[in-house]
């Protein structure tokens, strides 16, 4: 498996607040990222799989949800997240 409990606990640990606080929404995003990136390599090698490229176009509206939400909520921690994450260009 390519997310074990352990990846998930030190993504939440260094994005959320601890590593068992897993609602908050930076560490949401932080995992959905990690989630993007696994899939986007497995479509890059698998084309066909539209499978897979459609959990991934869901992913990506999760986290474009969550990232809205952030925005509204607190601007700050948003930058924050995406300046770490490098999702903006």
């Known amino acids: ?7 998930k606990e ?8 601890s ?4 609602g908050t929404a930076e560490g949401q995003i932080a995992l959905f ?3 993007i990136e ?3 390599g497995h479509l890059k090698r698998n084309h066909k799989d539209y499978n897979t490229e459609r ?5 990506v509206g999760k986290r474009r949800s969550l990232l809205d939400y952030l925005m509204k ?7 924050a997240i995406v300046a770490e994450l490098g999702l903006r260009k």
């Open 73 to 79: 909520k607190d601007i700050l921690r948003y930058r």
């Open 10 to 17: 030190a993504i939440f640990k260094k994005h959320g607040k």
């Open 38 to 40: 696994h899939l986007t």
């Open 1 to 7: 498996m390519y997310l074990d409990q352990k990846e």
């Open 55 to 59: 959990s991934l176009v869901k992913l």
């Open 33 to 35: 990222t990690y989630r």
């Open 19 to 22: 590593a068992k606080d897993t």
